[in-house]
Nanobody, 116 residues
Framework: QVQLVESGGGLVQVGGSLRLSCAAS????????MGWYRQAPGKQRELVARITGLGFTNYADSVKGRFTISRDNAKNTVYLRMNSLKPEDTAVYYCYISGGSGGDYWGQGTQVTVSS
């Protein structure tokens, strides 16, 4: 029904920047909340950021001031701009779109590695 394809992950040095992209296809509703989770080895899944269809955003305290989530509804794409990256940001990042009563949909995950 819905497919999310992520891109933009990679290996960066401390203090570097990356921009993750997640493009949705299928039965897309631009009003739905989209966002990003991440999971590092040995750590629980963490909600990094989310953005509603009206553009309201929410961030984990650990990334406030460094990460920016945005969306382009015309392209059915959500972005995560990550600045001032730290080693503790190393994780697999998963995008999602809320499906409401139909359930959520998830991207395949993209690895972000920040080297010391």
């Amino acid at each position: 029904q819905v497919q999310l394809v992520e891109s933009g992950g990679g290996l960066v040095q401390v203090g570097g920047s990356l921009r993750l992209s997640c493009a949705a296809s299928g039965s897309i509703f631009s009003i739905n909340t989209m966002g990003w989770y991440r999971q590092a080895p040995g750590k629980q899944r963490e909600l990094v950021a989310r953005i509603t269809g009206l553009g309201f955003t929410n961030y984990a305290d650990s990334v406030k001031g460094r990460f920016t989530i945005s969306r382009d509804n015309a392209k059915n794409t959500v972005y995560l701009r990550m600045n001032s990256l730290k080693p503790e940001d190393t994780a697999v990042y998963y995008c999602y779109i809320s499906g409401g009563s139909g359930g959520d949909y998830w991207g395949q995950g993209t690895q972000v590695t920040v080297s010391s």
